[in-house]
């Protein structure tokens, strides 16, 4: 199934796009210093690209004056997930996030993608804020839900 923002239409499926985008981001960032954070990490499993995990701080429904960072991730294929990849890369960024002096971290969902609910619960994640009904896929009501992580507590 197609978890990740399913009422969003689907931009592209062009693996050389997605290819460039990362090249590109790797020629950015390859000569920063290891101080520069950075907001996203491609997830590469025997040398293949799989998916990525990021970071952003502009919440579609939550207020987030303090510009506490979201992390989101995203494994296309479904061949690739539930094998325990998408936790393990989540771990590593909340780790990574944490060591460049991040305190909290938001992880938004909807209540239909209970395979993300439950790695989120794994990693620590509280329910943090409800809209109820706020997305619809395939005519079906679902509550988007933001959790957030104490890092202090890890």
Known sequence: GNWDAPWESYLSNDENKE??????YYNYVKD?????????????????HIGW????????????KDKVLAI???IPSPNNRCKGYGTIALKMF????????HHYLY?????????????IKKLGFKEYFR????????????????????????
């Open 32 to 48: 920063m210093s290891k101080d520069f954070e950075r907001w996203k990490f491609e997830i590469e499993v025997d040398n293949k």
């Open 19 to 24: 290819r460039k985008e990362w090249t590109d």
């Open 94 to 101: 909340i780790k990574y996030l944490k060591e460049h002096g």
């Open 131 to 154: 809209k109820i009904d706020y997305r619809e896929v395939k005519n079906e009501k679902y509550d988007a839900i933001t959790y957030i992580l104490d890092l202090d507590k890890l």
């Open 107 to 119: 992880i938004q969902t909807w209540s239909g993608n209970i395979p993300m609910i439950i790695v």
């Open 53 to 64: 995990v990021s970071s952003y701080t502009d919440l579609e429904y939550l207020e987030n």
């Open 72 to 74: 989101g991730i995203d």
